[in-house]
C-alpha cells in the first residue's frame, strides 16, 4: 500500500472539493481555530530533477534570490492579512530545494511572521535538505536564521539505487550530512527514505533499514517509490530497462519496516511517520488535522478563511505555478494565487476523513464534532454494509474514541478509503436532505 494513496493524493494535491453537492453546506471556522493556521513556504528551484520526481520545481542555472525573497514576504504579508490569522503554530521550507535558498530569506520570512502575528519562542520551523555539501556548509546559518527542525532527503543508503533516482549525493555524504545535522538540531533531524526501488528486495530493504537505525536521530518517514507519468524512471520502467518489485513484495517491506521500527523504539504515528522520544513533525499533524495553512510560494497549496475580504467560508488555494509568473503577480497583486476554491463543509469533512485516518490516533468524536455538530461520526458510517464488515474484520475501530484504523487497517488504508468516503457522502446527502 502506497503510504500516500492515490485518492489521498487527489485530495491533497489538486484543490477540487469545491464542487456544491446536493444539500453540501458552507463551511466556516469557528472557536480559536479560525485566528490560528501554520505556513508553508515552497522554494521551487533545484539543481537537478531527480528521476522519480514531478512535483513544481526548476533547474536554474541562476536564481535572482533578492527577487525570491521579496516575492515570498509579499505573499507572505498579504496572506497573513487576508486571513487575519493571529497566531502561526509552524513554519515549514519544503521544495524543491529549499536548503539551496540563502538563510536571510529563511530569516526575513520568519522576521516577517514574527511582525504580524503571535509566535510561541519554541514554535516547530522545518527545513527540507538535501545531504550535499552545499547544503550542509549552510546549516548552522539555517539554525541562526531561526530554523530548528531539519528533514534530510537521504532517500537510499545505497549508492547504484541513488543514481538510477536521480539524487546528486552518495552513501559517504548522506551519512556525513546525517551525522553534521545531529550535532546542530539534535533530536530534531528527520530522515526521508525511500521503499520499493527497482531491483530491491526484501531482505536488501530490511538490511539498509537497520543501517539507518544506526545512524539517524529521532524521526523516519517512509515513502513507497510510485511511477508518476512524465518522469525518467517511468519512462525506464515502461521501455523494461528497469523493473519494479511485485506489489506484494513491496507490502512485505512495509510490513518489514513497521516491525523494525518497533522494535529499536520508535512510534508510528502516520503511515508514513515513524517518532522516538516524541519528535513529531507538528506541522504535518495540523495537515492531518484539517487546521488552517497558509501556502506561499510557486505552486504552494493553501486552507484557510479570507476574513480579510470578509468571508466566513474556507477556501483551498493554488499558488502560480510558474516563478516568473508568480512574481509577476505578487509584485503586481500582493500575491500569486492561481486558483481559489470555496469549500462546503463535505469538502472538509472528506479531507478530515482521509488524512485523519492516516494518523495512528485517527479521528476522535470531540474533532470531528468541531466541524460538524449536527452529523457525527457513527452517523456517518453506520448504514455501510462495506463498513461494517471492515468493523467486524477489525481493519477500522469506531468505539467511544472516535474512528481509526487497527495495525492491519492502516497498512490497507489506500483500499478502504474509496468506501469510506463514498458512505460519507451517501449519509451527509441523506442528512442534508432530512433538513430541508
Given at each position: 500500500m502506497p503510504p500516500l494513496g492515490k485518492v489521498a493524493r487527489r485530495l491533497l494535491s489538486v484543490p477540487t472539493l469545491g464542487w456544491v453537492r446536493a444539500g453540501a453546506r458552507p463551511a466556516s471556522e469557528g472557536g480559536g481555530a479560525s485566528h490560528r493556521a501554520s505556513l508553508y513556504v515552497h522554494w521551487p528551484f533545484c539543481k537537478r530533477r531527480c528521476a522519480y520526481c514531478n512535483f513544481n520545481k526548476y533547474i536554474s542555472p541562476s536564481v535572482d534570490h533578492n527577487a525570491m525573497r521579496d516575492g515570498l514576504v509579499q505573499e507572505t504579508e498579504t496572506l497573513l492579512r487576508d486571513s487575519q490569522v493571529k497566531e502561526i503554530t509552524s513554519v515549514f521550507f519544503g521544495g524543491g530545494t529549499p536548503s539551496l535558498t540563502k538563510p536571510s530569506t529563511i530569516a526575513s520570512i520568519l522576521e516577517t511572521v514574527a511582525r504580524a502575528t503571535h509566535v510561541r519562542h519554541n514554535m516547530e520551523v522545518t527545513l527540507e535538505a538535501n545531504p550535499t555539501s552545499v547544503s550542509m556548509s549552510k546549516l548552522a546559518d539555517f539554525k541562526e536564521a531561526g530554523v530548528n527542525r531539519i528533514s534530510l532527503g537521504i532517500q537510499a543508503l545505497r549508492n547504484d539505487d541513488l543514481k538510477i533516482l536521480g539524487r546528486d549525493h552518495t552513501v559517504q555524504e548522506a551519512i556525513w550530512s546525517l551525522e553534521k545535522a545531529k550535532k546542530l538540531y539534535p533530536g530534531c533531524t528527520s530522515v526521508d527514505i525511500i521503499f520499493g526501488r527497482p531491483g530491491q528486495s526484501l531482505e536488501s530493504w530490511e538490511e539498509e533499514l537497520e543501517e539507518i537505525l544506526t545512524l539517524c536521530d529521532h524521526h523516519v518517514s517512509l515513502y513507497q517509490l510510485t511511477l508518476e507519468r512524465g518522469t525518467a524512471l517511468f519512462k525506464q520502467v515502461q521501455e523494461k530497462v528497469l523493473k519494479m518489485p511485485e506489489q506484494d513484495v513491496v507490502a512485505e517491506m512495509y510490513h518489514a519496516a513497521r516491525n523494525i521500527l518497533e522494535k529499536a523504539g520508535f512510534h508510528q504515528y502516520e503511515v508514513s511517520n515513524f517518532a522516538k522520544s516524541g519528535?513529531?513533525?507538528?506541522?504535518?499533524?495540523g495537515y492531518w488535522r484539517g487546521m488552517q495553512y497558509l501556502?506561499?510560494?510557486?505552486?504552494?497549496?493553501?486552507?484557510?478563511?479570507?476574513?480579510?475580504?470578509?468571508?466566513?467560508?474556507?477556501?483551498?488555494?493554488i499558488q502560480t505555478l510558474e516563478p516568473d509568473n508568480w512574481l509577476r503577480e505578487v509584485r503586481q497583486f500582493g500575491h500569486g494565487t492561481r486558483k481559489r476554491v470555496k469549500q462546503?463543509?463535505?469538502?472538509?469533512?472528506?479531507?478530515?476523513?482521509?488524512?485523519?485516518?492516516?494518523?495512528n490516533e485517527g479521528l476522535t468524536h470531540q474533532h470531528w464534532q468541531q466541524r460538524s455538530p449536527l452529523f457525527s461520526l457513527e452517523e456517518a458510517m453506520r448504514d455501510s454494509p462495506e463498513v461494517q464488515q471492515y468493523l467486524q474484520e477489525q481493519l477500522l475501530i469506531l468505539d467511544d474514541r472516535g474512528l481509526r484504523c487497527s495495525w492491519d487497517g492502516l497498512a490497507l488504508l489506500d483500499s478502504l478509503l474509496p468506501t469510506l468516503l463514498h458512505q460519507l457522502q451517501h449519509?451527509?446527502?441523506?442528512?442534508?436532505?432530512?433538513c430541508l
Open positions: 519528535a513529531v513533525s507538528l506541522h504535518n499533524l501556502g506561499v510560494g510557486p505552486g504552494a497549496h493553501g486552507r484557510f478563511v479570507p476574513r480579510g475580504d470578509g468571508k466566513t467560508q474556507r477556501e483551498a488555494r462546503s463543509e463535505l469538502d472538509i469533512l472528506e479531507e478530515m476523513l482521509v488524512l485523519g485516518l492516516r494518523m449519509s451527509y446527502q441523506n442528512s442534508a436532505s432530512c
